[in-house]
């Protein structure tokens, strides 16, 4: 009986699936991402064949670990010790692709006996050697996407490789990427004479214990685990996936709401037949089971168009980007599961209360019962249209789809209005700082990305009309005791930049190995002048504590700019530079110099460096994509909503075209229903917004920086968004109902 009721009402159905099956396809696709990222390193991890993994403790991923060249050949002479393999991974971006994988790696590493090398040579042949240009290897899958073969250019952020080999390894990762020799990775990278790890194999297993403790004692600053235990460590697949969940919950949330709404309209139009089963014998539980079967099916069916949908997506995804090696095989069972446990959890909230609803319907009031949203007597306000009467006298369905729409609206103007809160508070930092230009690498995919060498600044500083030039280092590490990352800034004491901190308690920074630390993080750590704080292993003195104007600086500290380009293993190197112009008249001209003599740097005025920024238009780019996300999801609950109030008022609507209404009268009255429900969704949702702004500002150290920033451009968006939705859910109903022939309508049971 489930089934037929689902199958008696197939628009409401399919389109309840719909709603449910974009958000669970959400997460499927996201989830693969990032599942793609874990199954990777764990194929290479244990691919490497190495006992040990030597590190930089406390880094957010392996990209951000830095260690010592050098320390490799102090383990390679240990008596323990079989081979000791450098390996260097970083972010480049490619031709396209803005977060492209890159590992170099020495040429007699043993980790490269895995590498499946399918077309050309590898690294280390002679004919690679002795011919000229960047060697690089490039995965297959990476062959594929970018649509490059042996003998072909390759651009990675400004510098050009010449690709001699197409290698396999059998994991989609490694596959999506590219491997160079050490050097080469270095220089590309900006780490000179680092890298990231060091894969170690013992001549013996059993000596692993008594090696670990010794490497320890000699290097205190540094972590040596096995690789499980290494895997475990890294940080950014856990944050990664905190996206997904929020992205995809948004997502479900939505269809969940839609979901009810359904249900809930399918117990009133129900009313009659309930009273029925109920006068023939049905029990409360049994009514209770069928409106919760019903509810738990369409969930279940959403869960697998959702699951289907998100392979189709991955297979677009596949031939069209390498992020994170996404692949079909990064979809696993426990993926499915997730999706499987949701949509459960949906179907039993989504619906408890219109079962309940439904078993507490009494047999003879069922009977009597003659239409309507609400199952009750007919209810009038004082003052609306026909359109308006019509929302009000079906009140429940009402609510649900205001918080459909309000949900939609709200989570993007909360999440516009924390972007437009970094990017002010970006805009408070380089102004902050009292400078007219600012510079950063060029074609790069983030900004922590951005390597500057110093020479660079030197030549700018020479320039006619510069009056100073500061380097500044940005940067994060993972910090277990506050619970979260730790943001840090390098600046040379003596530079005009660093003045823009206000020490509130001890001095200024003015050697290496201190550190001021933000006022937040020293309440939050319990910090105070004179105490040390330990980042990745590297013990600094506080000798400050300071207040800034930009809130999200106060949950890190400020290093001297040589202790920060050793922490984050850029020797020689700079995040960004601050330029003070003599005349700032003339900023515009010398930034138009800059661009000119120096290819590898971006110059932009300080007011418009951030907007700039490659982590704004990612930002930018991620909201729009949630943006789309929630207004389909929100936009099929509403069509859903519309379709059903058509439905219903079938009769109703063909006892006005009787009367001789036009079908443009109908029209418009079911598409003033729309718009009304959009422009009440949209107050609804900058409601929510503001409540969402509010939850986000109770959450530990993290409140107290959030910067959210509301501007009319954004309540007249959220507005125009509702409505569009309104528009979106009502266009066809309303074409439907204008359809229904007046003879036809009357019949309508």
Request: with cysteine.
């Amino acid at each position: 009986m489930v089934l037929k009721n689902l199958l008696r009402r197939k628009a409401r159905t399919m389109l309840t699936i719909l709603g449910i099956g974009i958000g669970v396809a959400a997460i499927v696709a996201l989830g693969a991402l990032v599942n793609g990222l874990e199954v990777g390193y764990k194929s290479m991890l244990a691919g490497s064949k190495a006992d040990l993994v030597l590190s930089q403790p406390d880094t957010m991923d392996i990209s951000y670990s830095s260690v010592d060249e050098e320390i490799g050949e102090k383990l390679a002479s240990m008596p323990e010790v079989s081979a000791v393999s450098a390996m260097l991974q970083g972010f480049a971006q490619a031709e396209g692709e803005p977060f492209f994988f890159v590992f170099g790696y020495p040429e007699n590493s043993f980790v490269l006996e895995r590498i499946n090398i399918v077309e050309g040579e590898g690294l280390d042949s002679r004919s690679t050697q002795r011919s000229r240009g960047r060697p690089i290897i490039l995965g297959s899958a990476a062959s594929e996407v970018l649509d490059k073969g042996v003998g072909d250019s390759m651009r990675l952020t400004g510098s050009v490789f010449r690709i001699v080999g197409i290698y396999e390894t059998g994991d989609a990762f490694e596959d999506s990427g590219a491997i160079l020799n050490l050097k080469d990775s270095q220089d590309l990278l900006g780490k000179g004479n680092k890298v990231s790890l060091f894969y170690i194999q013992l001549k013996e297993p059993s000596l692993g214990e008594r090696f670990i403790q010794k490497v320890e004692r000699q290097y205190s600053d540094l972590s040596i685990s096995g690789t499980s235990e290494f895997l475990e460590e890294q940080t950014f697949q856990d944050m990664m996936m905190g996206y997904v969940w929020v992205i995809g919950g948004l997502a479900i949330v939505i269809g969940g709401v839609g979901m009810m709404n359904s249900q809930l309209m399918a117990v009133f139009e129900r009313t009659r037949e309930i009273g029925v089963l109920r006068a023939i014998g049905w029990n409360r539980t049994r009514i209770l089971g069928m409106i919760l079967g019903e509810s738990i099916s369409v969930c279940l069916a959403g869960g697998i168009f959702g699951v289907g949908l998100g392979y189709l997506i991955i297979l677009a995804l596949t031939k069209a980007t390498l992020l994170f090696g996404i692949n079909i095989s990064n979809v696993g069972i426990d993926l499915i599961l997730q999706a499987a446990f949701i949509v459960l959890t949906l179907g039993l909230i989504g619906g408890i209360y219109p079962a309940w609803r439904a078993s507490r319907l009494e047999p003879v009031e069922a009977l009597r019962y003659e239409g309507g949203g609400s199952g009750g007597k007919i209810r009038r306000l004082p003052v609306g249209g026909m359109a308006v009467q019509s929302l009000w006298q079906r009140s429940t369905r009402t609510f649900l789809t205001l918080g459909a729409i309000g949900i939609t609206v709200g989570a993007i103007m909360a999440l516009e209005g924390m972007i437009r809160g970094m990017t002010d508070s970006m805009n408070t930092m380089m102004f902050g700082s009292q400078v007219e230009i600012m510079l950063r690498q060029a074609d790069i995919a983030d900004t922590s990305l951005s390597a500057m060498d110093e020479r660079v600044g030197e030549k700018i500083a020479a320039m006619p009309g510069i009056a100073n030039v500061s380097g500044i280092m940005f940067s994060a590490v993972t910090m277990p005791e506050a619970g979260g990352f730790f943001l840090v800034e390098g600046y040379s004491p003596n530079e005009f930049a660093i003045r823009r901190f206000r020490i509130v308690e001890g001095e200024p920074l003015r050697n290496n190995r201190q550190m001021i630390i933000g006022r937040t993080i020293a309440e939050a750590l319990k910090k105070k002048v004179g105490d040390t704080i330990e980042l990745s292993g590297t013990r600094f003195r506080i000798v400050g504590i300071y207040e800034s104007d930009v809130n999200w600086e106060e949950l890190g500290g400020v290093l001297t700019l040589r202790d920060a380009q050793v922490l984050m293993g850029r020797p020689r190197k700079v995040t960004m530079y601050a330029v003070k112009v003599v005349d700032p008249a003339q900023a515009e001209t010398i930034v138009h110099e800059i661009n000119q003599q120096f290819e590898d740097v971006h110059a932009a005025i300080a007011g418009d460096f951030v907007d700039q920024m490659p982590d704004m238009e990612n930002s930018r780019g991620m909201m729009d994509a949630i943006s789309f996300l929630a207004i389909a999801v929100g936009g099929v609950g509403v069509l859903n909503t519309m379709l059903m109030s058509v439905m219903e008022r079938t009769r109703e609507i063909g006892v006005l075209r009787a009367l001789g209404w036009r079908r443009r009268a109908v029209l418009t009255m079911i598409m003033k229903e729309a718009v009304i429900l959009g422009i009440l969704g949209g107050l609804t949702g900058i409601l929510i917004a503001f409540f969402l702004a509010f939850l986000m500002g109770r959450v530990p150290m993290i409140g107290q920086v959030l910067d959210v920033i509301w501007g009319l451009d954004i309540f007249v968006r959220a507005i125009l968004v509702a409505i569009l939705l309104g528009l979106i859910g009502g266009f066809y109903p309303a074409y439907r109902a204008t359809r229904l022939q007046p003879v036809e309508a009357l019949r309508y049971e």
